[in-house]
């Protein structure tokens, strides 16, 4: 045999490691070390997914969350303030080149620009004030009303409207301003009768849950203190016995 191909029966194969041998330490676990880093990648990319995930959520769930049941607004449960949608259509309706341009609505206020054109004239909103009593002081002295209600102006651009004693009207001038008597016209242009109206929903709705909760009504008394009616013996007379009875009809 050739002397090179004897010198090739000695050399080691491929790695550095003569058949029959184990392979070092170091180069063993490197066989593992490219599954391991993916399997470490991929479960970081599926934790920042669900964190991805979860943020996504809450972020379209934000926005209804005054739709959602239970919950409290200033203390107050939420199902006894009136929704901002129930006050959209109770706005005045605007005028031949005026546009009415819905800009906030929550639970408890509902808000719009009255635009001519690209210009916003005033600001129109209506707010429960279940939820801020103290914003009811201001008409306890006013000297003014509109259709029955309290009426106040609010600085020189602000007229203000209490209807029973709950929902605030208001009117704000943007821009260059509007007079009081115009102020005044678009408060008249609410639907103030219909925002009246919903006092009364809003206590029908609360009155119907509360009977709802009480027990049925219990035509017997029950439990282990109710007595039943005590019975006057004087009231039953006892019969007599037969033999008795014979012996007079015989007489």
Known sequence: MPAAAVANDHQPP????????????????????????????????????????VLVGAFLVLPFRSFLPGG??????????????????LFPSPQLGESLVFTQEKRGFSEARLKQGDQ?????????????PEARDKF?????????????EQGAQASALLVVDRFQVKVIGQGPGLAV????????????????ALQSK???KQQTKQLSKQPADQSLPSGPSAALPSLDPSQFTTPEPMAQREAETVR
């Open 181 to 196: 008597d115009q102020r005044h016209d678009l408060l008249a242009g609410f639907d103030l009768k219909g925002l009246a």
């Open 202 to 204: 809003q206590l029908s």
């Open 14 to 53: 491929c790695g550095g490691v003569q058949p029959g041998k184990l392979r070092p330490p170091w180069l063993r676990i490197g066989q593992f070390a490219a599954p391991l880093s993916m399997n470490r990648l991929l479960r970081w990319g599926l934790g920042l997914a669900l964190i991805a995930l």
């Open 72 to 89: 409290t607004i200033a203390d107050v449960p939420t199902s006894a303030v009136v929704n901002g949608t129930a006050f959209n259509r």
């Open 120 to 132: 916003t004239v005033a600001l129109l909103a209506i707010s429960d004030t279940t939820t801020a």
């Open 140 to 152: 306890s002295e006013a000297s003014e009303r509109l259709q029955g209600w309290p009426l106040v």
